[in-house]
């Protein structure tokens, strides 16, 4: 997500001058200076104009989201909410505290979702929803997001990552897992096969969603000009705001508040984004910390798993949007066209945010692979299991039981 980060940052800007021009307007507005009239009386000289323009800019800073959200989505019919359910923090391999959640019966076969960027795992509250009859969600926050905290003294980094993914799937009860990852979620499973190929042996099958296998500003629009830009621009931006992070974060708040970051998320999009939905993700990259954010977009920049899905010995579904310019559908291709045991999936008119935009479609896909690849799976699970199974919340290990080992 290291474009919309960009574009983030620059809407950003432009959302700060108009709360300038407003001041600047209202501030001449009110300080306007004394003037002599024909008949000697002193006044002074207001323009009217500049009163109206300037509250209007101001009423804009703060109050042009509710404007821009209807003016750019569709209307709802199942709204996406940033809301969770009781989860469990607990330390990961890397020492980090990990938010973890748990869904559907404890004897249905586990699906492990990894959330991309600047998100948590609320952005997969849709497969919640709709996979939790048959099977046992688990979604968890990335180190650093959401709920939760890196460990002290580690950077952000893809191994790390991997590392804290490889200990929730070896602490996970039950049978081989299906690993589904989005963006820098698909990023962190390739880690984890490139970097513990032992774990496969509780791997299931992968499911890697509108993801890249390199340096994203190698598979996303404008690739030259941003990888020309890399170096002299971008990498010194990151670490700009990185070290202005608390006027950053200020900036974000007043960003979101005038809609301009929604217009920035917006292009993450397809044709199907509804207004819940951008206010969704808009409000996640908001709130989750600047400083971390550019720590992992500099990661992202200098991290390539080339081949690594060469080497995987499970089965694997890529899926990739026809219009997504965060990861063009190249990458997916190069992905699925890396191991045998791969294949490809395109869906229609969505953009980079497609596991959200059409959940719909892609959980059915997901649904219908795990199916495929977990023995102990059948397509009617839910109902038989639900009976027979407590919910899988109360199943989760321990906090010690999540220390494999795998931290570098």
Known sequence: MALLSILRLLTSLLSLA?????????WSWYDAPWLLDAQGDIYRAREAWRLWTGLGLLAWSFLGRFLVLPLLTHRDTRPSRAVRSDGKVTPGATGAELYVETHGPAGAPAILFTHGWGMDSTFW???????????????????????????????????????????????????????????????????LVRDHPELLNRVAGVVLLNTTYTNPLKTMVFSGLLRALQKPVLEPAMHLAKWLHPLVWLSAWQSYLSGSAHMANRLGFGDFVTASQLEHVTLLVTRNPPSVQMKGNLAMLNWDATGALARCTVP??????????????????????????AQLKVVED??????????????DMIAEFALSVQPSATRDLGAGVRAAAPDASQAWPEPADLRPGLAH
């Open 18 to 26: 108009v709360l300038v021009t407003s001041g600047y307007l209202l």
């Open 125 to 191: 509250n849709y497969a919640k929803q709709d996979l939790s009859d048959r099977f046992r969600v688990i979604a968890w926050d990335l180190p650093g997001l959401g709920k939760s905290r890196l460990a002290a003294n580690r950077q952000v980094c893809l191994p790390d990552f991997a590392a804290d993914l490889g200990g929730l799937l070896r602490a996970t009860p039950g049978g081989p897992v299906v690993l589904v990852g989005h963006s820098i979620g698909g990023m962190t499973i390739q880690t």
């Open 316 to 341: 694997i579904l890529v899926i990739g949007g026809d219009k997504d310019i965060i990861t063009k559908l190249e990458a997916s291709g190069v992905m699925s066209g890396e191991n045998p045991r």
């Open 350 to 363: 969505v953009n980079h945010l497609g596991p959200m935009e059409r959940a719909d479609l892609y959980n």
